[in-house]
């Protein structure tokens, strides 16, 4: 006689979480020895949208050609900072999730055994205490100049004129959001920092993202070369669980608190 199906799949999802503590265990405690990757995925419960979930994925609704690129933001401007501006609006509302706090309170209990690279541009992570989270992509709160002024100046941002977008009142130089724009180069620091996190670590975690952008899904591969094993939480298919020894079919705020602070365990 077969197991009803829904105790079947609760005590292989309660195995799994066994499993992949069991590989958390193991790390804690060491430097560097765990890697986490994180992407909008995360912030989901927090109720900023993911970029490419059906429908309600940002990219299901808007043209990132249009709205996250340098020539969408010239052809209009407006419209691509009113956006942002919006963006700007859900993120500063938005409170850090479980998932957020696992990971802050994971690196206050073991310190110096995370690095966390994250590709989000919210601050969730930074208010939930990870103020040292390597941002890949930017940050949606921070302005910058589109060009290096023509005039040499070291113009500050705040100086701009408002407007939409802000300008310098003496050149006309527009304010463009803080993120990393398709085509655009990662920040170099940035990069490097991540790629010595995956090379470094013993445990590669990666937390809500499709891994459809690179480079920074390369970084999973790195870690999985170096050695190290490769962890995925993920509600749906990813284009990197082929690198995964172990994936977690759940969301960031309910898998991370067990996973990362073994003091819950699943359905508890
Ligand atoms: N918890 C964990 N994962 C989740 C949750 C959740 N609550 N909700 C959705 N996910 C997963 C989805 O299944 C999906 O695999 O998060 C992933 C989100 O994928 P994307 O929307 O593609 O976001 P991300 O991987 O971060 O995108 C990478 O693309 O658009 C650019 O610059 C942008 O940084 C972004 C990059």
């Known amino acids: 006689m077969r197991r009803p199906l829904r105790r079947r799949h609760l005590n292989a999802a309660v195995q799994s979480l066994a499993a992949a503590q069991a590989l958390v265990r193991a790390v ?3 430097p560097g020895g765990l890697c986490v990757l994180t992407g909008a995925g995360m912030s989901a419960e927090s109720g ?3 970029f490419r979930d059906a429908l309600t994925g940002l990219w299901a609704r808007f043209d990132p050609a249009e709205l996250a690129s340098e020539d969408g933001f010239r052809a209009d401007p407006q419209r691509v900072w009113d956006w942002y501006a919006e963006r700007r609006e859900a993120a500063r509302a938005a409170e850090p999730n479980a998932g957020h706090h ?4 994971f690196a206050r209990r073991w310190p110096g055994t995370l690095a966390l690279v994250t590709q989000n541009v919210d601050d969730l992570h930074q208010r939930a205490g990870n103020t040292d989270a390597v941002r890949l992509h930017g940050d949606l709160l921070a302005d910058r100049w589109l060009q290096a002024c023509p005039r040499r100046r070291d113009c500050s941002p705040d100086a701009a004129v408002p407007g939409r977008p802000p300008r310098c009142g003496e050149c006309g130089n527009p304010l463009r959001p803080g993120v990393v724009w398709f ?11 991540a790629r010595q996190a995956a ?4 445990l590669m975690l990666v937390v ?9 899904a390369g970084l999973v591969g790195l870690a999985r070369r170096r050695g190290a094993q490769v962890l995925i939480v993920n509600p749906a298919a990813s284009e990197i669980d082929d690198e995964a020894h172990l994936v977690l079919r759940g969301t960031a705020a309910r898998m991370l608190p067990p996973l990362l602070l073994d003091d819950t365990v699943l359905g508890s």
């Open 199 to 202: 090379e470094a670590c013993a």
């Open 28 to 30: 804690r405690g060491r």
């Open 48 to 50: 900023i949208p993911t």
């Open 208 to 216: 809500g993202t499709s891994g459809a952008v690179w480079p920074a």
């Open 183 to 193: 085509g655009e180069e990662l920040p170099p620091q940035a990069l490097e920092a």
């Open 102 to 105: 696992a990971l802050a309170r």
